[in-house]
């Protein structure tokens, strides 16, 4: 197994093509649940574990069933449905095997369907060829690489709350401009590996 | 009617603008607003998907149980984000690689899902086909509008034509990423702003 691969993938998801300040995956949620650092937190551990478990099954259905019988151009119609029903079946389990776990990412699970980031980590295995052990690791690294994201940004707006900033930017727009901000300093992860 | 037909039409470019009033959306507008032909061309691709979506939500309405009609919702989309993807590979291969995966992530587009929840599944098929062309748009004028100030920053040219001349110095870190999120952010201010002076 090539560990230095594996290292470049998982550092490229996590840092150079961070998944919501790089590649622009997963706004809604970037936006909506980075008041509190709390629900981030939430949000982000439900994102990587959906991450993670969509990579997984959605490289089983690309290439043991779509595959096979030539239907590849179905797969966004596919991917969208098994994404919806994992998150279900998720939450479904989680709420049996873990009432507390349940009652603080609960309301999160849903959400997680019509994450971007989702089928976008999903169509990025694809596209890059990955194998199962590679798919693996990209998925749950962008899902760390959008937690991380997600907990800065909610210690910042906690902090902007209280600044006083000019009425017409108050809210989303400041939020862009900072989540702007960290994007600079993210580009300074770029120099790490040459991809 | 014709009045409340063009109120239907028209609020989508200011006044319900998808992205910079109900900021809905929002990777596409992020993610492809590199150059102004990148933003029309994912534009026109989530409007097709918008009116066809909306159109079919709109017929089969009544024939939906409630409880399951997101999955369904999806599906019709899916369907008709498959079919603009294969045209475009088809006929804009160019368009279609510097869109790249956002394509396929027109499915998870909160403006197409919202439209089909808020507005298709309770009017008539003509008024969902306005509201989609409509709210379409809107989306599209947004992502040019956002797609031409960071094409003139950050290159001098826009849609190949130099605009700003040689003895500009293009400011990179406009269509960078970064660029995005600060001209968005700006963009949206400006329409806040002007929302407070008129109202």
Redesign the interface.
């Known amino acids: 197994m090539d560990w230095g691969r594996l290292f470049a993938i998982a550092i490229g998801a996590i840092l150079i093509n961070n998944f919501v ?8 949620p970037f ?1 909506g649940v980075s008041k509190q650092l709390d629900a981030a937190l939430g949000m982000g551990f439900a994102v990587i574990f959906v991450m993670t478990m969509a990579s997984m099954v959605t490289f089983g259905i690309y290439n043991y069933v779509l595959a096979p019988f030539g239907i590849e ?5 596919a ?3 098994v994404i ?1 029903t994992l998150v279900q079946f998720v939450e479904m389990v989680i709420e049996k095997t873990s009432p507390s776990l349940y009652r603080s990412l609960g309301i999160y699970l849903p959400l997680i369907t ?3 980031a989702v ?2 980590v999903a ?2 295995n694809i ?1 890059s060829s990955y194998g199962f052990i590679e798919t693996v690791v990209h998925g749950f690294s962008a899902g760390i690489g959008f937690t991380i994201a997600l907990v800065l940004m909610a210690g910042i707006r906690e902090r902007i709350e209280l600044a006083d900033v ?4 108050r809210g ?6 900072v ?3 960290m ?2 300093a ?2 300074g992860f770029s120099g790490l590996a040459a991809e | 009617m014709s009045v409340s037909l063009t109120r239907e039409f028209t609020k989508g470019f200011i006044r319900e603008n998808p992205v910079f009033r109900i900021v809905l959306g929002l990777c596409p507008v992020l993610a492809v607003t590199t150059s102004l032909k990148n933003g029309i061309g994912m534009g026109f691709a989530a409007t097709f998907v918008l009116v066809g979506s909306n159109v079919i939500v709109s017929l089969v309405r009544k024939g939906i149980p409630a409880r399951i009609r997101i999955p369904c919702y999806i599906v019709v989309i899916a369907s008709f984000v498959t079919v603009v993807d294969l045209v475009m590979a088809g006929y804009t291969p160019e368009l279609h690689k510097s869109l790249g995966i956002f394509i396929p992530l027109i499915v998870v587009n909160c403006i197409i899902l919202g439209r089909a929840e808020a507005f298709a599944s309770k009017n008539t098929v003509g008024r969902s086909f306005i509201d989609g062309i409509g709210m379409g748009l809107g989306f599209t004028f947004a992502l040019a509008i956002t797609a031409a100030v960071r094409e003139i920053i950050g290159t001098g040219k826009i849609w190949d034509l130099v605009l700003l001349g040689t003895r500009y110095n293009p400011v990179l870190i406009a269509v960078l990423a970064p660029g995005a999120f600060i001209t968005l952010g700006l963009l949206i201010g400006l329409f806040n702003l002007l929302e407070r002076k008129e109202g």
Do not use: K, Q, Y
Not at chain 1, 73 to 77: D, K, Q, V, W
Not at chain 1, 166 to 169: A, D, F, T
């Open positions: 300040l790089n590649r622009f995956l997963g706004l809604c936006l151009f179905l797969r966004t119609i991917f969208i449905l919806a019509t994450n971007c089928l976008g169509v990025l596209e000019p009425e017409s930017l989303v727009p400041v939020a862009f401009i989540a702007g901000l994007s600079i993210f580009l």
